[in-house]
């Protein structure tokens, strides 16, 4: 009798834990305990904020210094992840996760045509979003560009409440407005304090073109990352972070394969030795500004696909806003861009949607902490009686 009451209780607490462990804002890896998941969101968000920030300035510089190539400039940013295959050698294996009638069976692993087709759709989209977003941090000012990416998290939200499900609230219904609001002062915002990074006959065009381009990129950063959250809940189903570098791997892959294409078919490739030479700061500069921006993006995806695989992608891209005060500070300091009243306005509101959607995940901390304890409380009672 005290046997089966102690398997009672264990169990009691097992069930409890597993049904807060899959709640659907916050997904810790199965064998972590809480203070790791902690840790590793930390790290992920080091790498998201790091990466984000390095690599949107050192791609201005690149294009500040002389560089014209959309295509180089969207290729380094997928064509670095071989260095991603040292630290994958290193961590186990992905083991596919139980399903929920039992925890000693496992769920088929998909097959190889699946998997292939996953990760080039994936990464094709990936290539296709890198090359409107190149065009726009060509043609806009740093902190316009910053700016008006924050559309991205109302696209974002929209994506996750129809394919992950996303609960909404009104904090953050809150958020998605305040930066959508923020996005909205940008467009609406007349060129004439940039035109002095914009001397040339079509730089109204340009203007247009690359505001369009980063608008377009936005929703399908969106898109792609609500697609990657799918994929790790539905397709994947693996507990180890190791599938994190393979889904990084494997559509930067794909991603890396289609820029060089693009790079061979527009012609583009014939003008990079040219390029190098007339650059400001001299071929050195030049080549290490390349390899910066190429090692600073695969920071940035690790920390944006670890974000999605161990939270969300809609937590993942709330994080990615907070560069936004970030990045036109960057280029206020670094290339002398105006940072005037319609743009502190924008970045404020930014922030302030930002800090709305945390104190959501505050709230839905203490919810998912007193349904633990009530749960313990509960098990506690039916063991004693």
């Known amino acids: 009798m005290e046997r089966s009451t102690e398997a009672l209780v264990e169990n009691g607490i097992l069930e409890m834990q597993e049904l807060i462990l899959v709640s659907e804002d916050q997904k810790p890896l199965p064998k972590l305990k809480h203070w790791k998941w902690w840790l590793m969101v930390a790290f992920n968000v080091a790498f998201l904020?790091?990466?984000?920030?390095?690599?949107?300035?050192?791609?201005?510089?690149?294009?500040?210094?002389?560089?014209?190539?959309?295509?180089?400039?969207?290729?380094?940013q997928s064509a670095?992840?071989?260095?991603?295959?040292?630290?994958?050698?290193?961590?186990?294996?992905a083991k596919?996760?139980?399903?929920?009638?039992?925890?000693?069976?496992?769920?088929?692993k998909p097959s190889v045509l699946s998997l292939a087709s996953l990760y080039f759709f994936l990464g094709t989209l990936l290539a296709g979003d890198n090359f409107l977003?190149?065009?726009?941090?060509?043609?806009?000012?740093?902190?316009?560009?910053?700016?008006?990416?924050?559309?991205?998290?109302?696209?974002?939200?929209?994506?996750?409440?129809?394919?992950?499900?996303?609960?909404?609230?009104?904090?953050?219904?809150?958020s998605v407005v305040i930066i959508s609001l923020s996005a909205s002062l940008i467009s609406d915002y007349s060129?004439?304090?940039?035109?002095?990074?914009?001397?040339?006959?079509?730089?109204?065009?340009?203007?247009?073109?690359?505001?369009?381009?980063?608008?377009?990129?936005s929703a399908g950063y969106a898109l792609l990352l609500s697609l990657m959250q799918f994929s790790f809940?539905?397709?994947?189903?693996?507990?180890?972070?190791?599938?994190?570098?393979?889904?990084?791997?494997?559509?930067?892959?794909?991603?890396?394969?289609?820029?060089?294409v693009g790079l061979l078919a527009s012609g583009e490739w014939k003008e990079l030795k040219c390029e190098m030479e007339r650059s400001e700061k001299g071929k050195a500069v030049y080549v290490m500004t390349l390899v910066g921006i190429?090692?600073?993006w695969q920071v940035c995806s690790v920390g944006v696909v670890g974000l999605i695989f161990i939270v969300s992608s809609l937590f993942s891209n709330v994080v990615s806003m907070f560069t936004l005060p970030l990045?036109?500070?960057?280029?206020?300091?670094?290339?002398?861009?105006?940072?005037?009243?319609?743009?502190?306005?924008?970045?404020l509101l930014a922030i302030w949607g930002f800090a709305s959607y945390i104190y959501q995940q505050y709230l839905d901390d203490q919810e998912a902490k007193t349904t633990e304890n009530n749960g313990s409380n509960a098990v506690l009672d039916s063991s004693s009686s």
Not at 196 to 215: N, P, R
Request: charge should be neutral; proline fraction near 3%.
């Open 49 to 76: 904020l790091v990466g984000q920030s390095a690599a949107t300035v050192l791609g201005r510089f690149y294009f500040k210094g002389g560089g014209e190539s959309l295509w180089m400039a969207t290729l380094v």
């Open 96 to 108: 596919s996760l139980p399903t929920e009638s039992t925890t000693t069976t496992f769920i088929s």
């Open 133 to 174: 977003y190149s065009v726009g941090l060509h043609y806009l000012p740093l902190s316009t560009y910053s700016l008006l990416c924050a559309a991205q998290l109302a696209f974002n939200a929209i994506f996750s409440f129809f394919i992950n499900s996303q609960k909404f609230t009104a904090l953050i219904l809150n």
């Open 327 to 347: 990045a036109p500070v960057g280029g206020v300091v670094l290339y002398k861009e105006k940072m005037d009243g319609v743009k502190v306005v924008a970045m």
């Open 191 to 217: 060129e004439s304090s940039d035109q002095e990074d914009h001397e040339k006959k079509d730089s109204k065009a340009q203007y247009i073109a690359g505001f369009s381009c980063t608008l377009a990129a």
């Open 80 to 93: 670095a992840f071989p260095v991603l295959l040292l630290p994958r050698f290193f961590l186990p294996s």
């Open 233 to 260: 809940e539905k397709i994947l189903k693996k507990e180890s972070f190791s599938v994190v570098l393979d889904m990084q791997i494997y559509t930067s892959f794909v991603a890396t394969l289609i820029c060089i």
């Open 294 to 296: 190429a090692l600073a």
